[in-house]
């Protein structure tokens, strides 16, 4: 079993399970939440500072070993949730992987880090982003990425309200997004953002912009199984489970 820590209720979770379903029908994934701060109020009402500082605190370490509370103790825990993950940096996702692994004496594992295992098994260096953040966070995680040694060539940035905006947003919009984001010396093109719905298109993204799309649903659950040393081969979701 794959547990995930979520950041927002009722969001991304059915894109999860719909890319669990095709990796195998019998893999479960079961999800616990991280509450957001006492004073936070709506995600939507915050300034670009303000949201950035909210997903701050959000990923404290301590934080998400006392959300970590799932009904059976999984076999993989991951912090799904990708700005929360990188705006502490490489060593800030590491430690909130180690209190994790610490709380719950499983293998833990972020959407940020798991990230960089897939970039390290496609042997990509060179990245385009299609970031929906503010240009700050976005910033932010090419500083992660820079720390990893990957160099991003490209990014743009959608400066999205909240992650339960981003839940609606359709095939359209995020194919324009990645469009945009893309760049011809990029190696691959990353979406980092868990509230997208991003598994129906994943084959389809990869063929018109022909290069490998890294979405961060896609990633997580590809890393998770790949931190219990299975990872997962499947066609029709790209290059990273096809290899």
């Avoid at 469009?179 to 994943?202: C, S, Y």
């Amino acid at each position: 079993m794959i547990g995930l820590l979520y950041p927002t209720r009722d969001c991304g979770e059915d894109d999860f399970l719909a890319c669990a379903r095709k990796l195998d029908p019998d893999l479960t994934v079961d999800f616990a939440y991280v509450p957001w701060g006492e004073n936070i109020g709506r995600v939507d009402d915050l300034d670009p500072a303000e949201k950035h500082e909210a997903v701050r605190e959000l990923g404290a370490p301590e934080r998400l070993a006392a959300a970590a509370r799932f009904g059976t103790t999984p076999d993989v825990v991951s912090w799904a949730c990708s700005s929360c993950s990188f705006t502490r940096g490489l060593a800030g996702a590491r430690d909130q992987a180690s209190v994790l692994s610490e709380r719950l004496g499983v293998p833990a594992r972020s959407t940020s880090l798991a990230y960089l295992t897939a970039l390290a098994h496609l042997g990509t260096k060179r990245v385009a982003l299609a970031s929906v953040y503010h240009h700050d966070t976005t910033a932010s995680f090419v500083d992660f990425l820079a720390e990893a040694g990957i160099w991003t060539v490209h990014s743009v940035s959608a400066d999205a309200p909240s992650d339960r905006a981003l839940s609606t947003w359709g095939r359209r919009r995020i194919t324009e997004l990645a469009n945009a984001a893309d760049h011809e010396d990029a190696e691959a093109v990353l979406i980092p953002e868990t509230a997208l719905h991003t598994t129906p298109l994943l084959e389809d993204l990869e063929t018109a912009l022909g290069k490998p799309v890294l979405t961060a649903t896609a990633v997580t659950l590809w890393d998770a199984l790949h931190a219990l040393g299975a990872p997962p081969v499947r066609r029709g979701l790209g290059k990273l489970f096809s290899r």
